[in-house]
């Protein structure tokens, strides 16, 4: 199938979901994750009108970003959606819209200080650990408060949800455990900060239906629409 397949088929799933659990249409938004492929499929997926996507490797971020520029065509809107290490963040800076695996004050810090030199505000998504794996990035639920306190009045970023990736060898039910813990944290930081963070980005090809039903926002599926990716 073509990428206009994949993703008239997928938008078509998006919205049958939506409507199977009650949410509001349109109200899960899908991030086509462009890693690895070149921006001609990029290009492809922006010609059927989405304007998002998301990276996860900043060397790449960059050149990509550069590619466009070079041809003269309109810039996709940026999200980072892989992990970021602090000293990455000044390559992306001038031109990331949203970064979804702020798990670090470090990293939060470091962000608002390069947005600032940029005279932006750059959107961030907070990690969250939800699986309780050690392999895995994003900071522990009981930790977010602490980091929210911190961050919340920085000048430069704009928290607006949580992420997480759920447990890519958990069974269905364990993932619908962690996607139901992400909408709770939302809720509750919500209440007790007085904030209105709306955004929940959870779910890929493999669960998204599961994400949907616990509130899921922002859907990142590469995969399902541009192919398997191809390393090295």
């Given at each position: 199938m073509s990428i206009k397949e994949n993703l008239k088929e997928i938008e078509s799933n998006i919205r049958e979901f939506e409507k199977k659990y009650n949410r509001e249409s349109g109200?899960?938004?899908l991030i086509p994750v462009s890693k690895v492929h070149p921006i001609a499929k990029i290009i492809e997926a922006m010609d059927e009108g989405y304007t998002i996507f998301g990276e996860s490797y900043v060397q790449e971020l960059s050149k990509k970003y550069e590619e466009f520029e070079a041809k003269g065509i309109k810039q996709p809107i940026w999200h980072f959606i892989g992990h970021l290490q602090?000293?990455?963040v000044k390559y992306i800076a001038?031109?990331?819209?949203?970064i979804h695996t702020v798990d670090k004050l470090k990293l939060a810090k470091e962000i608002n200080k390069r947005a600032e030199q940029n005279n932006r505000i750059i959107k961030i998504l907070i990690?969250?650990?939800?699986?309780?794996e050690e392999s895995k990035f994003g900071i522990k639920a009981n930790e977010l408060n602490d980091l929210i306190t911190e961050i919340k009045d920085y000048k430069n970023i704009e928290i607006i949800g949580l992420m997480t990736i759920a447990?890519?060898?958990?069974?269905p039910e364990e993932n619908e455990v962690e996607f139901q813990l992400l909408s709770n944290l939302l809720n509750e930081v919500n209440?007790?900060?007085?904030l209105k963070l709306t955004e929940l980005s959870m779910g890929m090809t493999s669960d998204y239906e599961?994400?949907?039903k616990q509130g899921s926002t922002m859907i990142r599926i590469g995969t399902a629409i541009f192919g398997e990716r191809v390393y090295g």
């Open positions: 109200s899960a938004k602090s000293n990455k001038s031109f990331i819209d949203t990690q969250i650990n939800t699986s309780g447990g890519l060898e958990a069974t209440k007790k900060f007085n599961l994400a949907i």
